[in-house]
């Protein structure tokens, strides 16, 4: 590997690390050179991310979101270190550089402040953002069959994301953005209005809460199809979503009234449990 080739990998992993995703943890239970592939991936990942999360005017981010998806498309021209990592990654292992036109797609439902009518509606941005990450990431994983692992990363993503749009809940709602499906609302005769959810709200969160944890065993039958290190790799990312979505299930005005986390020792915790368990 040439310098300019490992100062680009190790941009990615300066990256990953000063994020705070409790992805990283995750990430770093892998092999070496798979592990600076999936921190590229997450680069990547990240940088969309954060364009769609930021502060510029709407017009702004969809030009940038723009010029992002022209750079992909020329990838091996590029001299920008996390694409030049993502481009050797991708030149290595079966990584689908085409995911990364669905995650876009998805920054861009963001940015338009897309909502939802049916839960099949959200279905399709969350595998946009998320799926896609599981698509992303299997190219890094070991499996003896590719083709019955990728939909399960793909689902898996779908209830990461699941948890996500439920853990930000309250901030979502003070900000105008709502993913909760209309028809989910209406079955609980509730509604967003003015940054809340009026009605049964504790209802619909649990009925969302359990919705999630259901596509979440669903992806988790994807463990077994691929190699030990990855599937505690993989078990570790998904550990605090798991916990954190119980909890929401249990009691589900954690969410209205604030953003659930777990505690520094239940992290550990949880990422112990899961290296056993990935490594049994």
């Not at 996500?164 to 509604?191: C, H, K, M, V």
């Not at 199809?225 to 998904?238: F, G, H, N, P």
């Amino acid at each position: 590997m040439t310098t300019a080739l490992a100062d680009a990998h190790l941009e990615c992993r300066r990256i990953a690390r000063g994020s705070g995703s409790t992805f990283y943890a995750g990430i770093r239970l892998l092999r070496p050179e798979r592990r600076d592939g999936l921190f590229a991936v997450y680069a990547l990942a990240r940088r969309i991310d954060d364009v769609a999360d930021g502060a510029m005017p709407a017009s702004a981010k969809l030009a940038q979101l723009s010029r992002i998806r022209s750079e992909l498309a020329h990838i091996d021209e590029s001299s920008d270190p996390v694409l030049v990592a993502v481009a050797d990654t991708a030149a290595r292992y079966p990584v689908p550089l085409v995911a990364f036109e669905d995650l876009i797609d998805g920054a861009e439902d963001d940015v338009r402040g897309c909502t939802y009518e049916s839960f099949a509606d959200l279905e399709r941005y969350c595998r946009r953002v998320a799926g896609s990450i599981g698509r992303l990431a299997l190219g890094l994983f070991d499996t003896p069959d590719r083709d019955a692992a990728e939909p399960l990363a793909d689902d898996l993503g779908v209830a990461l994301q699941l948890g996500n749009i439920l853990r930000d809940l309250t901030e979502d709602l003070r900000q105008g953005r709502s993913y909760l499906p209309a028809e989910d609302l209406a079955r609980f005769s509730s509604a967003v209005e003015h940054g809340r959810i009026v009605g049964d709200a504790e209802l619909v969160v649990a009925f969302e809460a359990q919705r999630a944890l259901g596509w979440l065993e669903r992806g988790l039958a994807l463990v077994p199809l691929i190699d030990r290190r990855s599937a505690a790799s993989v078990l570790a990312m998904t550990a605090s979503y798991r916990r954190i979505l119980e909890r929401i299930a249990v009691d589900p005005s954690l969410v209205l009234q604030t953003r659930p986390s777990l505690r520094g020792w239940e992290k550990g915790w949880v990422l112990t449990r899961s290296l056993i368990g990935g490594l049994a």
